[in-house]
C-alpha cells in the first residue's frame, strides 16, 4: 500500500494514551482528529467547526491528557490535583458523554477526571472536587454552584474547552461561560467547537480565544458528507403516513427517527405506523417521565423500529448507529435540520435523511435549509396513496398539542441554576431543551426507586451512569478524505 493511513503513533502522543485508544479499538484517527491532535499538543488554541459524532471529543482530549501527563501526580493529597483543564459542556447528556470518554483515554494515567451537571444531588459531586481532579467536565450552571459553595476553585485551569459553544448560547449560558471565564488564569489556552456557525458565536470567539487556528471538517454550517440527504414531494400531508411506512419497508431500515413538527402529530404517526404493522413509539413533551423513559431504553434496546419525536424530545439523543432519520414534517428552523441529521450518520458511519415535503409553506423551509446548509435538493416525486381518504381537514386553530413543541427557555433547565442567576440572559430566538432529554437515559435514581417499589425493576443504579455503547460498530466506517 503506497499510502499508509496516520496512526495514533504517529502524533507523538504519550505511550499510556495511545494504549488507551487501541485498547478501545481506535484503528486511525478521524479527519477531526488528525487536525485536531497536532494542533492542541502545540499549545495553540482552536475555534473547531465539528459535528458530534465525528470524533471531536478524542480530538481534544487525547492531546489534553498529553499536556497535563507532566503535571500528574499519583500523591492522594487533593492539593496535588487541582483543576487543569476545564471542559464545558450544554447538557448533563453530552457532560457525562465526554467524562466516560476522558476517563477511558486516561485510564492508564494518574490524571483524576470528574463530572457536574445539574438535576442530580450535588453531594457525590462535591465529595469527588474535594479529592481533586486535574480534568473537570461541567455544565456551566452546576459548576458556578459548586464554586460558590467552595468545592472547587478554577485559578490553576490552564485548558478550557467549550463545546457544542452554539447550543450553549441557544441555552442562555453565556453568561454563565463569561462569570466561569473570568475566574481562570489569563495565560490558558482555549478550544471552543460548535456544529454552526452564527455571529454571535464568532464575538464569542473572538472575545476568549487567541488567535485561534480555525478547524474544519465539514463546510460551515454545512451538513456531514457521509449523509445522504433526499427530499420526496408528495400529493398532499394525506399522504406523508404511507411515504413513510415505504421508505421504512424500502430501505429495510433497522431503526430510524421520524421527526414530526408537533406532539399530537408524532403521537397520530406512531399510532398508524403500529396499524400499518411498524414497530413505532412516540416520544415528546406530553409523554409522562415513565413513558419517556421506557420509550428510549426500548429503542436503545433495539424493541422500536421507527422512533417518531419533536425537536424538543429528541435532542440529546444519542444513538451510535442510526442508519437514517426521515423528516416527516421539514423543521420551522434550519438549525434543526442540522441538528436532526446530525443523529444519523455519526462517527463516519453513513448515514440517510430523507424528508417529505408537500406543500409551498415546505418549499419556503426548504429554501431556507439549502440557504443555511449552502446546498441545492433535487426534489423527487412520490406517488403513495393517501391514507385517509376523504379526511376533509378543519378549519380551525391548531389545539395547543397541535403547536410545534417548545419548552419555556430557562424553566426546569437542564443545568439547575437559581434563577436570579439567569434573569440577565439574553433570549436568542431558537427553542430550549428539554431538561429530561437532555440527560442521559438511564433512569433517574428517583425513577428506579419508584420502579423499584412497584416491583419494575430489580436493582437501583445510580443516576449519573450510562451504558457505554460498542464502539466496534463505529469502525470502518471512517473515510478518509
Ligand atoms: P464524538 O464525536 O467525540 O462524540 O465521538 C463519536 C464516537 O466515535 C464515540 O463513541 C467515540 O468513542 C468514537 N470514536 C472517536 N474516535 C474514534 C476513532 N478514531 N476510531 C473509532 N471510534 C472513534
Known amino acids: 500500500m503506497s499510502d499508509s493511513p496516520l496512526t495514533f503513533n504517529d502524533f507523538g502522543l504519550a505511550e499510556p494514551i495511545v ?3 487501541t485498547e478501545l479499538g481506535y484503528r486511525e484517527p478521524t479527519p477531526i482528529q488528525e487536525q485536531a491532535i497536532p494542533v492542541v499538543m502545540s499549545g495553540k488554541d482552536v475555534m473547531g467547526a465539528a459535528q458530534t459524532g465525528t470524533g471531536k471529543t478524542a480530538g481534544f482530549a487525547l492531546p489534553i491528557i498529553h499536556r497535563l501527563l507532566p503535571l500528574a501526580s499519583s500523591s492522594t493529597s487533593p492539593a496535588r490535583h487541582p483543576v487543569r483543564a476545564l471542559m464545558l459542556a450544554p447538557t448533563r447528556e453530552l457532560a457525562d458523554q465526554i467524562y466516560q470518554n476522558v476517563k477511558e483515554y486516561a485510564r492508564h494515567t494518574p490524571l483524576r477526571t470528574a463530572v457536574v451537571f445539574g438535576g442530580v444531588d450535588m453531594k457525590p459531586q462535591t465529595m469527588a472536587l474535594r479529592q481533586g481532579c486535574e480534568i473537570l467536565i461541567a455544565t456551566p450552571g452546576r459548576l458556578l454552584d459548586h464554586v460558590e459553595q467552595k468545592s472547587t476553585n478554577l485559578s490553576q485551569v490552564q485548558i478550557l474547552v467549550l463545546d457544542e459553544a452554539d447550543r450553549m448560547l441557544d441555552m442562555g449560558f453565556l453568561p454563565d461561560i463569561q462569570r466561569i471565564i473570568n475566574m481562570l488564569g489569563k495565560d490558558r489556552q482555549s478550544l471552543m467547537f460548535s456544529a454552526t456557525f452564527s455571529n454571535e458565536i464568532r464575538k464569542l470567539a473572538e472575545s476568549f480565544l487567541d488567535s485561534p487556528l480555525l478547524i474544519e471538517v465539514a463546510r460551515r454550517n454545512a451538513l456531514a458528507e457521509n449523509i445522504t440527504q433526499t427530499v420526496y414531494r408528495v400529493a398532499s400531508p ?40 411498524l414497530n413505532a413509539a412516540a416520544i415528546h413533551g406530553d409523554k409522562s417521565q415513565q413513558e419517556r423513559l421506557k420509550t428510549l431504553e426500548d429503542f436503545k434496546q433495539g424493541l422500536i423500529t421507527v422512533l417518531v419525536a419533536t425537536d424538543v424530545a429528541a435532542r440529546g439523543l444519542d444513538i451510535a448507529e442510526l442508519p437514517a432519520v426521515i423528516n416527516y414534517d421539514l423543521p420551522y428552523s434550519p438549525e434543526d435540520y442540522v441538528h436532526r441529521i446530525g443523529r444519523t450518520g455519526r462517527a463516519g458511519a453513513s448515514g440517510m435523511a430523507l424528508s417529505l415535503i408537500t406543500g409551498s409553506n415546505d418549499d419556503r423551509l426548504l429554501a431556507d435549509i439549502e440557504k443555511l446548509t449552502k446546498r441545492k435538493f433535487a426534489v423527487e416525486d412520490m406517488a403513495v396513496e393517501a391514507t385517509l381518504p376523504g379526511h376533509r381537514r378543519e378549519a380551525r386553530a391548531p ?31 431558537r427553542p430550549a431543551e428539554d431538561p429530561f432529554f437532555s ?26 451512569r450510562r451504558s457505554t455503547r460498542p464502539v466496534p460498530a463505529l469502525l470502518g466506517g471512517f473515510k478518509r478524505t
Do not use: C, W
Open 238 to 277: 394525506e399522504h406523508k403516513r404511507a411515504a413513510v411506512a415505504k421508505l421504512v419497508r424500502d430501505h429495510s431500515f433497522a431503526q430510524v427517527i421520524v421527526f414530526s413538527n408537533t406532539k399530537i402529530g408524532a403521537g397520530r404517526l406512531a399510532r398508524q405506523l403500529e396499524v400499518d404493522g
Open 399 to 429: 389545539r395547543d398539542d397541535e403547536r410545534p413543541e417548545r419548552v419555556e427557555r430557562y424553566r426546569d433547565r437542564d443545568d439547575s441554576r437559581p434563577s436570579r442567576a439567569r434573569s440577565s440572559s439574553p433570549m436568542p430566538a
Open 439 to 464: 440527560r442521559p437515559y438511564e433512569p433517574s435514581t428517583e425513577a428506579l426507586a419508584e420502579q423499584v417499589e412497584s416491583g419494575q425493576s430489580k436493582t437501583a443504579q445510580p443516576a449519573v
Open 19 to 21: 494504549r488507551a485508544v
